[in-house]
C-alpha cells in the first residue's frame, strides 16, 4: 500500500506560480505509476498530468500543456507539480494519486490541497 499526503496549495493571482508536492510513505514507490487530478467546485474530478514509475515519460491535459510540470523523486518518495501561468479556471482541489505499474485502476489518492487563483 501507499500513503499519500498532498501540500503546496494556496491563494495566487492569475499568472502567479505554485508548486504542489505530495509525499508518499509505504513500500516500493518506484513500483507506481504517479498522477496529479483536479476537482473544482460542481464539477467532476479531471486527470491533470502522470509520469511513469521511473519518470521517464509524462502526460499532460491539454488545458495545463505547457504550463504545468509533473516531476517525481524516487529516492525521496515524493512528488510535485510545478504551476506557471496560472488561471482562475484552475481554482480547484488538487489530489495526487497512485496507480501500480500492473494496474489500471488508480488505487491510492491523497487527501487533496485546495489551489485558488484570483483574477
Known amino acids: 500500500q501507499v500513503h499519500l499526503v498532498d501540500s503546496g496549495g494556496g491563494l495566487v493571482q492569475a499568472g502567479g506560480s505554485l508548486r504542489l508536492s505530495c509525499q508518499a510513505s509505504?513500500?516500493?514507490?518506484?513500483?507506481?505509476?504517479m498522477g496529479w487530478f483536479r476537482q473544482a467546485p460542481g464539477k467532476e474530478r479531471e486527470f491533470v498530468a502522470s509520469?511513469?514509475?521511473?519518470?521517464?515519460?509524462?502526460n499532460y491535459a491539454g488545458s495545463v500543456q505547457g504550463r504545468f510540470t509533473i516531476s517525481r523523486d524516487n529516492a525521496k518518495n515524493s512528488l510535485s507539480l510545478q504551476m506557471n501561468s496560472l488561471k482562475p479556471d484552475d481554482t480547484a482541489v488538487y489530489y495526487c494519486?497512485?496507480?501500480?505499474?500492473?494496474?489500471?485502476?488508480?488505487?491510492?489518492w491523497g487527501q487533496g490541497t485546495q489551489v485558488t487563483v484570483s483574477s
Open positions: 509520469i511513469s514509475a521511473s519518470g521517464g515519460s509524462t
Open positions: 509505504g513500500r516500493m514507490f518506484s513500483s507506481y505509476n
Open positions: 494519486a497512485a496507480r501500480p505499474v500492473l494496474g489500471s485502476n488508480w488505487s491510492y
